[in-house]
């Protein structure tokens, strides 16, 4: 009962997206560190990324996730994009 109460409350003030925007830009700065990219960059990358999915997908920009990882040899981005739907009709090419 009182975790239905907090629930609440949170939606009314908005901090279960607060908590989100909070973790995908310590996500971003963690990635930061371990590829040695500039944050500013992957900012940049990560926009647009966004701006091209959504021309063809309604994704649900709270859950998305961005990830950079390292090891010996190879340094790789990884980007979760949980799709709402998908927009019908949009061949539009640029």
Do not use: C
Not at 1 to 24: E, H, L, P
Not at 57 to 75: A, P, W
Not at 77 to 89: D, F, H, M, T, Y
């Amino acid at each position: 009962m009182f975790k239905d109460i907090i629930g609440t409350i949170n939606s009314w003030t908005g901090a279960k997206k607060s908590r989100y925007r909070a973790k995908n830009r310590l996500q971003l700065v963690l990635a930061h560190d371990r590829a040695g990219v500039n944050p500013e960059l992957i900012q940049k990358m990560r926009q647009e990324i966004i701006e091209v999915v959504s021309r063809y997908l309604d994704i649900d920009v709270e859950e998305m996730e961005f990830s950079i990882q390292s090891n010996d040899r190879i340094t790789s981005l990884s980007a979760n994009l949980p799709i709402k739907k998908i927009k019908r009709g949009n061949t539009k090419e640029t």
